[in-house]
């Protein structure tokens, strides 16, 4: 069974401390591994894709890195308003020739002024 | 563009009554899912499409139901709501699988 496990649950930082969330993950067939930022009461926001170990993209203050088992999401120097749950989620082959997301619980960042 | 579009936002309903939830999606992406979030769980899939007239279940798809008639609509009907159906549902498209997935602001639906 495909799995997605996030740490640590939250996260609290002080505006301009810099640290890294992570996301370990066992799949079959990784097609995938995406990130997103959820701000309370909307729709998961997609911040990026990786698809093959030792990539890595940036935006702003963020970057996200993947190896053979886990994901990185590294947030340089953040600021209040970057305080949100980011989720991880991979898209994997599931059964036929079909292919499922399966996500982790989030990461519930805050950043404090 | 509208992206992915959800209605309604909020929905309270009794227990027995049955209700269908709108998803819209403007981008002509062929894959289309529903998902749940409840706290603790994270997004939970319920069923998915990969294309017009294709559906199949995902890993929480009892008392849900779903049809894809169009490219653009992906409905999910709950025929006898329970209180166990208290969630925040979210729809979401992808053009290609494997590549990101866009999500609708969700719906809140409380079952008394």
């Known amino acids: 069974e495909d799995q997605v496990t996030q740490s640590p649950e939250a996260l609290r930082l002080q505006e301009g401390e810099s640290s890294s969330l992570n996301c370990s993950y066992t799949v079959s067939g990784l097609r995938g591994l995406f990130w997103y930022r959820q701000d309370p009461g909307k729709g998961p926001e997609f911040l990026f894709t990786?698809?093959?170990a030792g990539e890595e993209k940036e935006k702003e203050r963020l970057k996200a890195t993947l190896t053979k088992k886990e994901s990185f999401l590294h947030i340089t120097a953040p600021k209040p308003e970057d305080s949100a749950t980011y989720l991880c989620?991979?898209?994997?082959?599931?059964?036929?020739?079909?292919?499922?997301?399966?996500f982790g619980k989030g990461t519930l960042l805050t950043v404090n002024p | 563009n509208a992206g992915v579009t959800q209605t309604p936002k909020f929905q309270v309903l009794k227990t027995g009554q049955s209700m269908t939830l709108q998803c819209a999606q403007d981008?002509?992406?062929?894959?289309m899912s529903w998902y749940r979030q409840d706290p603790g769980m994270g997004l939970r899939l319920i069923h998915y499409?990969?294309?017009?007239?294709?559906?199949d279940q995902g890993e929480v798809p009892n008392g849900y139901n779903v049809s894809r008639s169009t490219t653009e609509d992906f409905p999910l009907r709950l025929l006898s709501a329970a209180p166990s159906q208290t969630s925040v549902y979210f729809c979401?498209?992808?053009?290609?699988?494997?590549?990101?997935?866009?999500f609708g602001q969700g719906t809140r639906l409380t079952v008394v």
């Open positions: 990786l698809y093959s």
């Open positions: 989620a991979v898209a994997a082959r599931g059964g036929g020739s079909n292919y499922k997301l399966t």
């Open positions: 499409s990969v294309g017009a007239g294709i559906t």
């Open positions: 979401a498209s992808t053009k290609v699988w494997g590549t990101e997935a866009f």
């Open positions: 981008m002509n992406h062929e894959y």
